[in-house]
């Protein structure tokens, strides 16, 4: 939204963010703006489960196309990583692509960081390119969190998104085979970035405008601006400092910290437990 801004400081018409009377958030998608999510095929995970222990969170090993209940025998007592093992290659863990459009339904796709800024944003839909079980997704992304519990997903400003209710199916022609290595990603009035997915980098090995560090520096230089304009209006609110640490940065967003620590509270007595990456891994650095 500040970037957004001219130097008048006056809102650009561009911007698909308005500021908002909230206490827990500044600004907030404009009305008529939504966002719709498209995927090739059912995502990984619970969403193609038929019988065996539908509901169930699984994970990913690095290195394998296959997902394993966070409750089979075989991952007993490896849930827990750390840096050491990811240093010795002990095989990476990482969430199924099931689990993780739940938790967007839950907390937004904004993420940690914006989340100190706007209020979450949900996908309006789900569309499908190919054959998928509805009532399979709609459990996957959303039903195993609804009921009772969803009760406990406070604050208010979070809860299960919708989005299940409203999939479409298009009808590709299914090329089998093994997904190309390579990711696209691209930004209006900027050109295309090709990714090795396996890596995270670009060609030439230069980092991805989507690397950590990178959303960092660019998270940095919006709390600044955004500081600069508080102090400017004498508004009650003031960010305070910049977060001197990626993690730090994350953790200042508390309403979302809590509404994912409450989600993965409900999720783990029936559905198991979350898995994470060792946190040296992956957020200790200075921004």
Same mark, same amino acid.
């Given at each position: 939204?500040?970037?957004?801004?001219?130097?008048?400081?006056?809102?650009?018409?561009?911007?698909?963010?308005?500021?908002?009377?909230?206490?827990?958030?500044?600004?907030?998608?404009?009305?008529?703006?939504?966002?719709?999510?498209?995927?090739?095929?059912?995502?990984?995970?619970?969403?193609?489960?038929?019988?065996?222990?539908?509901?169930?969170?699984?994970?990913?090993?690095?290195?394998?196309?296959?997902?394993?209940?966070?409750?089979?025998?075989?991952?007993?007592?490896?849930?827990?990583?750390?840096?050491?093992?990811?240093?010795?290659?002990?095989?990476?863990?990482?969430?199924?692509?099931?689990?993780?459009?739940?938790?967007?339904?839950?907390?937004?796709?904004?993420?940690?960081?914006?989340?100190?800024?706007?209020?979450?944003?949900?996908?309006?839909?789900?569309?499908?390119?190919?054959?998928?079980?509805?009532?399979?997704?709609?459990?996957?992304?959303?039903?195993?969190?609804?009921?009772?519990?969803? %009760? *406990?997903?406070?604050?208010?400003?979070? &809860?299960?998104?919708?989005?299940?209710?409203?999939?479409? !199916?298009? #009808?590709?022609? =299914?090329?089998?085979?093994?997904?190309?290595?390579?990711?696209?990603?691209?930004?209006? %009035? *900027?050109?295309?970035?090709?990714?090795? &997915?396996?890596?995270?980098?670009?060609?030439?090995?230069? !980092?991805? #405008?989507?690397? =950590?560090?990178?959303?960092?520096?660019?998270?940095?230089?919006?709390?600044?601006?955004?500081?600069?304009?508080?102090?400017?209006?004498?508004?009650?609110?003031?960010?305070?400092?910049?977060?001197?640490?990626?993690?730090?940065? =994350?953790?200042?967003?508390?309403?979302?910290?809590?509404?994912?620590?409450?989600?993965?509270?409900?999720?783990?007595?029936?559905?198991?437990?979350?898995?994470?990456?060792?946190?040296?891994?992956?957020?200790?650095?200075?921004?």
């Amino acid at each position: 939204m500040a970037l957004e801004q001219g130097q008048d400081g006056h809102e650009s018409c561009q911007s698909i963010f308005e500021k908002t009377s909230r206490q827990d958030a500044m600004f907030q998608l404009k009305a008529g703006i939504a966002f719709h999510l498209y995927i090739s095929t059912a995502p990984c995970g619970d969403s193609l489960v038929v019988k065996t222990c539908p509901g169930q969170l699984r994970v990913k090993k690095e290195g394998s196309r296959d997902t394993v209940r966070v409750k089979a025998p075989q991952l007993e007592g490896k849930l827990t990583q750390s840096w050491d093992g990811s240093t010795t290659r002990e095989p990476l863990l990482t969430m199924s692509c099931s689990d993780k459009l739940l938790r967007w339904n839950v907390l937004g796709i904004q993420g940690a960081l914006l989340s100190n800024f706007i209020s979450p944003i949900y996908c309006s839909s789900i569309i499908i390119g190919h054959q998928f079980k509805h009532r399979h997704l709609q459990r996957a992304v959303c039903e195993r969190v609804l009921g009772e519990g969803e %009760d *406990c997903l406070k604050p208010s400003l979070y &809860g299960c998104s919708s989005a299940a209710q409203r999939v479409i !199916q298009e #009808r590709f022609q =299914k090329h089998y085979g093994r997904s190309s290595k390579w990711t696209i990603n691209w930004m209006l %009035d *900027c050109s295309a970035e090709i990714v090795k &997915g396996q890596t995270g980098k670009c060609l030439h090995a230069k !980092q991805s #405008r989507l690397c =950590k560090s990178k959303l960092g520096e660019q998270f940095k230089n919006l709390w600044g601006m955004i500081a600069e304009e508080q102090l400017r209006q004498h508004e009650e609110v003031f960010l305070g400092p910049i977060p001197l640490m990626y993690k730090d940065a =994350k953790d200042k967003a508390e309403s979302y910290q809590e509404a994912k620590r409450a989600m993965y509270s409900l999720l783990q007595p029936l559905h198991g437990k979350w898995v994470h990456k060792p946190e040296l891994f992956q957020d200790n650095f200075r921004l």
